[in-house]
C-alpha cells in the first residue's frame, strides 16, 4: 500500500513540476513574443513613472499600465494622476490594519498570511496590481522615524511573518513589493548617506528577510532603497541588484526604485533596477525617460539589456493574469467586507504586549467597574491618517476610548481628559501632500530640540493640571492613560532625537501617579520609549499602532475578553545611548553612517554585553502562566528537530510563544551568545499540556565567514535554548554537529 501511494506521489508531484515548467515555458514565450513587437518608444514607457503611480501601458498589445499603491497599513487614498493632491472622493476609505510592528509582535504566521489577504485583496479591489509592502528593514535603532512599518531587530523573525505575508497579498492576484532594499535604516539624509558594513553583517543581519521573501515568498517584486552602499545608490547598485539580488538569488522578478530613488541614466540602466519612480511630474525627464532613449540611441546603452527590464515587468503582469486571455481569470479583489475588518481585529488582538501587571490589576472586572477616567490624547485620536507614505484613510477607526465604552456598554461612566496638549492636523485638508517636496533636504532629517514655545508650555500646564485635578477627585474605580507617540514621532523622513515621551508625558505621569497610584498605562507607539517613571507603575500595556478595531482589541484585554498574547519584537533598552549604533555614535552618521557594531544589533548585543534593558526582546506577559519541560533535540545536522512540553498551569486558555535560541558557546570565530532560530505559538486550555515541534533550518547553525565569503557551519557542540523571551531560558541543551567537508560551505 505503502509503495502504492509512493508511486501516486511521485506521479502527482512529477505532472505537478510538469505543470509548472509549461506555465513558465508558456510565461517566458508570451513575454518574448511581446518584446519582439514592442518598439523602443513603448518599452521606454514602460520603464518609468508616467504618473505618480503607474508606468505607461501599451494599449495596442494589451499591455495595461501598472498601478501601484502604497503599503503597508492598507491601500492608500488616491492622488490625482501627475499631482500630490488628494482625489478626496469617498471611494477610497479602506480597512485599516496594524502596523507592521504590531503584526510582528503576534508572531503568528497565519495571521502575517491573514494580513497579506486583506492588504492583497484590498488592493485589487481599489483597482491596484501592485502594493507597495510590506517593509522589511532591520529596527538598527530605535530612533528610527519609520520602525512603526518595519517589523523586528531580528532577521529570523522578520523573515518568518514576511513570506505569509507576501504569500498573502500575491493569492489575492496583487504583487506584493517588500522594501527598502537595502540598509534603509534611518530617515536622516536617506537620500545619500552612505552606509558601511561588514560583508558579514550584511548577510547576517541585513539581507536574510529580503533572501527569504525572494527564495521561499516568492516575491513578485521588490523595491530599491533611498541610500548609498558601497559608493552606489541602492536603486541603482551592482553589488545588491546585480550581484546579491538578480545572479546570487535568480530573482527573475521587478524592481522598482524608490520615488526619486535613481540618479544617474547609465548606473540605473546598467542594473538589475526595472521601473523608475518619482515624486516630480517631469515623468518625460526621469532617467530611465528619454535620457534612458538617448543613451540606447547613442549605442551607450544596449537595447537588450531594455529588453530584460521590459520582461521583468511583463512576467510580473503574466503572473497576476494581467496579459491576453488572462484577464479573464484574474481573481477580482474586494475592500471594506467585514470579513477584512474583523482580520484586522483578529491581528489587533494578538499584537498586543503586557508588559507590566504586577498587582494583576488586569484584567478588570466589568460587572464591578461604574466609573472609568480616561486620560491622554491617544485615548480619543485617530491614528490612521499619519505617517507619511503609510497614511491611510481608514472606514473607520475604533480609539481606544471608543472601545472602552463600546464595551462597557452604558453600565458604567466613563470620563475623558486629554491630559496633554499634543500636534494637530487638518486630515481633510486638500493641500499639496508632503511628498512633492520629498527629495529636498536629504530626503530626511532628525528632529530638534527647539525647546516648546511659551504658548504650548502654557498649554501643556494646563491639560495637566485638569487631568490630575479630575483624577484627585477620586471616585474612580480605574484611571486609565493612554499615551505614547503619535504619527508626528513615529514619521517618515524624521528621525527621533531621544527616546523621551513627547508633550511632557512624564512630568503628567509622575503627578498623575501621585493621586492615582494604581493608574493603568497604555502606550502606543511603533518605538520604544524611555520611562522614567516605570517602578511606579504597576501595570503597562504596550498598544503600537494598532488598526481600525485597535480600541476593540484594547478593551477586550483590558476587561479579559482576550488574554494578552504579543511578545516584544525587538528589545525596549532604557535609554537610546544603550543601544548598539548609539554607544559608538553611529547613528545617525553624516554623510556616511559606520555600522561599526557588525552584527551586534539589538538584543545580539545587549544580550551577549549583559547590557541591562527595560524589556527583553521576546517579553511579554499572559493572564496564565507556562510551564516548560521536557526540551528534546532530535536528529542529526542538517536535521534536527526540537520539541518542548507547556504547560497551562493557570486558570484561563492563553496562548504562550516557544522561542528557540541556538548558540555556539566555544565558536573559531566572534559569536553572540544566541540567536533566535525557531518559534511557534501555542493555544493552551487551563491545564492542558502541548508540545512545540520546531524544525531547525540549516541555517541556525552557520555564520557568514568574510574571508570564503559565504555561510559556514562550525562542526561540535551546539546550545538549544527554549524561553519565553531572549532574557527568560526556561530550558537549555545541547546537540552535536558534524559537518562533512561537503557540508561546509553552505549558502541559505
Ligand atoms: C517611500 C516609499 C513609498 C513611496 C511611494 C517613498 O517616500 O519611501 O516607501 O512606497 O514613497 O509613496
Known sequence: MKQRN?????????????????????????????????????????????????????????????????????????????????????????????????????WNRKLAYETGTVLGEEARGRGKDVILAPGINIKRSPLCGRNFEYMSEDPYLTGEMAVPLVKGVQNADTAACVKHFALNNQETERLWVEVKVSERALREIYLPAFEKVVKEGQVYSLMGAYNRYNGEHCCESKTLLNHILREEWKFDGMVVSDWGGVHLTREAATSGLDLEMSVTDNFDEYCMAQPLKKAVEDGEIQEALIDEKVKNILRLMYRLHMLGEDVAIRKPGSYNTPEHRQKTL?????????????????????????????????????????????????????????????????????DYVPGYYADNFDHMNTETNWQADSLENGGGSMGENGGVAPEILEKQNVYREAAVKKAAEGGYDTVIFVGGQNHFQDLEGHDRQDMKLPYAQDKLLEELLDVAPDAIVVMFSGSPVEMPWIKRVHTLIWNWFNGMEGGTALAEILFGKVNPSGRLPETFPITYTDCSAHCIGEFPGGETVNYKEGIFVGYRYYDSRQIPVLFPFGYGLSYTEFVYSNLRVKGNYPDFKVSVDVTNVGSVAGKEIVQIYVGKPDSSVERVVKELRGFAKLDLQPGETKTAEISLDPAAFTYFDEQLRHFVTESGEYKIFAGKSVEEICLAESCEVEVGSEQLRYFL
Open 6 to 106: 509512493d508511486i501516486m506521489w511521485t506521479a502527482l508531484k512529477m505532472s505537478e513540476n510538469a505543470r509548472v515548467n509549461i506555465m513558465d515555458n508558456k510565461c517566458e514565450m508570451v513575454i518574448e513574443v511581446l518584446v519582439s513587437k514592442l518598439t523602443l518608444d513603448e518599452k521606454i514607457s514602460m520603464l518609468h513613472g508616467t504618473g505618480l503611480f503607474h508606468n505607461g501601458g501599451v494599449e495596442r498589445l494589451g499591455i495595461p499600465e501598472l498601478v501601484m499603491s502604497d503599503g503597508p497599513m492598507g491601500v492608500r487614498n488616491d492622488f490625482e494622476d501627475a499631482h500630490w493632491m488628494v482625489i478626496g472622493n469617498s471611494d477610497d476609505y479602506v480597512s485599516y490594519l496594524p502596523s507592521n510592528s504590531a503584526l510582528a509582535s503576534t
Open 346 to 414: 483578529d491581528v489587533a488582538r494578538e499584537s498586543i504586549v503586557l508588559l507590566k501587571n504586577d498587582k494583576n490589576q488586569l484584567p478588570l472586572c466589568q460587572g464591578k467597574t461604574r466609573k472609568v477616567l480616561v486620560v491622554g490624547d491617544n485615548a480619543n485620536r485617530i491614528q490612521s491618517y499619519g505617517g507619511g507614505s503609510a497614511e491611510i484613510k481608514a472606514l473607520y477607526e475604533i480609539t481606544p476610548l471608543l472601545g472602552i465604552k463600546m464595551l462597557l456598554g452604558g453600565n458604567a461612566k466613563v
